[in-house]
């Protein structure tokens, strides 16, 4: 069974600079594409930032545009989110997923979840 585990997440500060992680095993890693979603308890779990498997395209929701950057290392089985310049409405659960569909936005066409990092940004 596939297996992907987030880390990263905490409280801190609206300004900052916080770095996600998401350690995949190789089954689920190679090949795939990634993603990573967010949600709060008021929300459905929305798309953040996607990367294809060859790390040479990466794809933003339009609204976070700018401030979230999305890379993997291969070797490491491991998937990154950075997020710059932290706000209060970033505070959200963050998942990280893998999919057969590059660039995909759905969740309905990612097939491995992760359990979740929380991220807490205090104003």
């Known amino acids: 069974q596939g297996q992907l585990v987030e880390s990263g997440g905490g409280l801190v500060q609206a300004g900052t600079t916080l770095r996600l992680s998401c350690k995949a095993s190789e089954r689920i890693f190679t090949g795939y594409a990634m993603g990573w979603f967010r949600q709060t308890p008021e929300k459905e779990r929305d798309f953040v930032a996607a990367i294809a498997w060859k790390a040479n395209t990466t794809y933003y929701a339009d609204p976070l545009r700018g401030r979230f950057t999305i890379s993997r290392d291969n070797a490491k089985n491991t998937l990154y989110l950075q997020i710059d310049s932290l706000k209060p409405e970033d505070t959200a659960v963050y998942y990280c997923?893998?999919?057969?569909?590059?660039?995909?936005?759905?969740?309905?066409?990612?097939?491995?979840w992760g359990q979740g990092t929380q991220v807490t940004v205090s104003s």
């Open positions: 997923a893998a999919s057969l569909f590059d660039g995909s936005s759905r969740r309905d066409q990612y097939d491995f």
